[in-house]
């Protein structure tokens, strides 16, 4: 049986923020409370949440650009975090990440050229001007755009444009893992659909597997063979997108699926709907976490934390309910 490319093992990532008084203890975040997951070759995995669910440091843990305060990430079989930091710019040909805003995330005094060929010039340093030039050509063809653009510089794009370039700047090392935070958010909705179907095709060219942080279902339902929903730096749920979009099991999941915008024919002020009201409860460390949220809480849910378990098929929850 062939190993997983990408193993995130129980990783949990704390932060200590600054005194709030000169002699009180520094208050405690925990953006990662045990994360566990793998993901195989070729395949997506998308991860969803609320703001501060802990999406992006999960990103930026498995890029290793943060340490996790404790667990593992392990790409191709060796963990990142125990890497020299030669053995992790090796290692960095096998992943790249692509940034949210395709505004912020290109040098505006740099050429494409020069914004493409960087991971190149980083490392493999003998490589040849004429030999990253060719290759520059080569992966910007992949993203629809033309060599000439190799001596252009950012603004002379649109931001569909500029984000094919964050894509090429992904892809000229050639990796296996691609995180895309965000990757279409800051983009019109038409252009949406041009860089999805996009990443689509390189995944069924090159077979990147694609570990995709967004807030947009829609997005992950269309890229992603399996889903992950993060609440509080936990996993509450996962499985394929058909299974959680149509049969949620995690009260939280659901929340965030009645949450997406429809079209709904207009009711009078007596007929709409009004949102359940839940007052907010405190719960010990060992509650469950969304206890205080959930319209169907129970007794047990502020005495135990639920573990993360199968009740179908490939289809993982932590609820007490469920």
Same mark, same amino acid.
């Given at each position: 049986?062939?190993?997983? !490319? /990408?193993?995130? +093992?129980?990783?949990?990532?704390?932060?200590?923020?600054?005194?709030?008084?000169?002699?009180?203890?520094?208050?405690?975040?925990?953006?990662?409370?045990?994360? &566990?997951?793998?993901?195989?070759?070729?395949?997506?995995?998308?991860?969803?949440?609320? &703001?501060?669910?802990?999406?992006?440091?999960?990103? #930026?843990?498995?890029?290793?650009?943060?340490?996790?305060?404790?667990?593992?990430?392990?790409? /191709?079989?060796?963990?990142?975090? @125990?890497?020299?930091?030669?053995?992790?710019?090796?290692?960095?040909? +096998?992943?790249?990440?692509?940034?949210q805003d395709p505004y912020g995330s290109l040098d505006p005094r740099q050429t494409i050229f020069k914004i493409i060929t960087e991971p190149?010039?980083?490392?493999?340093?003998?490589?040849?001007?004429?030999?990253?030039? &060719?290759?520059?050509?080569?992966?910007?063809?992949?993203?629809?755009? #033309?060599?000439?653009?190799?001596?252009?510089?950012?603004?002379?794009?649109?931001?569909?444009?500029?984000?094919?370039?964050?894509? *090429?700047?992904?892809? %000229?090392? #050639?990796?296996?893992? %691609?995180? *895309?935070?965000?990757?279409?958010?800051? !983009?019109? =909705? &038409?252009?949406?659909?041009?860089?999805? +179907?996009?990443?689509q095709d390189l995944q069924r060219d090159f077979g990147v597997t694609?570990?995709? %942080?967004?807030?947009?279902?829609?997005?992950? +339902?269309?890229?992603?063979?399996?889903?992950?929903?993060?609440?509080?730096?936990?996993? =509450?749920?996962?499985? *394929?997108? @058909?299974? /959680?979009?149509?049969?949620?099991?995690?009260?939280?999941?659901?929340?965030?699926?009645?949450?997406?915008? #429809?079209?709904?024919?207009?009711?009078?002020?007596?007929?709409?709907?009004?949102?359940?009201?839940?007052?907010?409860?405190?719960?010990?460390?060992?509650?469950?976490?969304?206890?205080?949220?959930?319209?169907?809480? @129970?007794?047990?849910?502020?005495?135990?934390?639920?573990?993360?378990?199968? %009740?179908?098929?490939?289809?993982?929850?932590?609820?007490?309910?469920?």
């Amino acid at each position: 049986m062939t190993a997983p !490319l /990408l193993q995130v +093992n129980h990783v949990t990532r704390t932060y200590v923020l600054p005194r709030e008084h000169l002699w009180g203890k520094p208050p405690v975040v925990q953006a990662l409370q045990g994360v &566990s997951f793998t993901l195989d070759a070729g395949r997506s995995l998308g991860v969803v949440g609320e &703001s501060g669910s802990g999406k992006s440091t999960l990103a #930026r843990v498995v890029m290793a650009l943060e340490p996790p305060t404790a667990g593992s990430v392990q790409l /191709l079989g060796q963990d990142l975090n @125990q890497l020299d930091p030669s053995e992790l710019r090796t290692a960095r040909r +096998n992943f790249q990440m692509v940034f949210q805003d395709p505004y912020g995330s290109l040098d505006p005094r740099q050429t494409i050229f020069k914004i493409i060929t960087e991971p190149l010039a980083a490392l493999s340093p003998t490589s040849t001007t004429p030999d990253r030039r &060719s290759q520059a050509a080569d992966v910007l063809a992949s993203v629809g755009l #033309r060599t000439s653009d190799l001596d252009k510089y950012p603004h002379e794009f649109s931001g569909g444009q500029r984000q094919r370039v964050a894509i *090429a700047r992904a892809l %000229i090392t #050639r990796p296996k893992l %691609i995180v *895309a935070d965000e990757p279409v958010s800051a !983009l019109d =909705v &038409s252009v949406q659909a041009q860089v999805l +179907n996009l990443m689509q095709d390189l995944q069924r060219d090159f077979g990147v597997t694609y570990l995709l %942080i967004s807030h947009d279902l829609a997005v992950v +339902n269309h890229l992603c063979d399996e889903v992950a929903v993060m609440f509080q730096g936990r996993v =509450v749920e996962q499985g *394929a997108p @058909q299974t /959680l979009f149509h049969n949620a099991a995690h009260p939280y999941t659901r929340a965030l699926l009645d949450a997406v915008p #429809r079209m709904q024919p207009a009711l009078s002020p007596g007929m709409r709907k009004r949102a359940p009201s839940v007052t907010p409860r405190v719960h010990p460390a060992t509650a469950c976490p969304y206890a205080h949220r959930c319209p169907q809480a @129970q007794a047990q849910c502020g005495d135990a934390r639920p573990e993360l378990r199968e %009740i179908s098929a490939g289809h993982l929850v932590a609820c007490h309910l469920a």
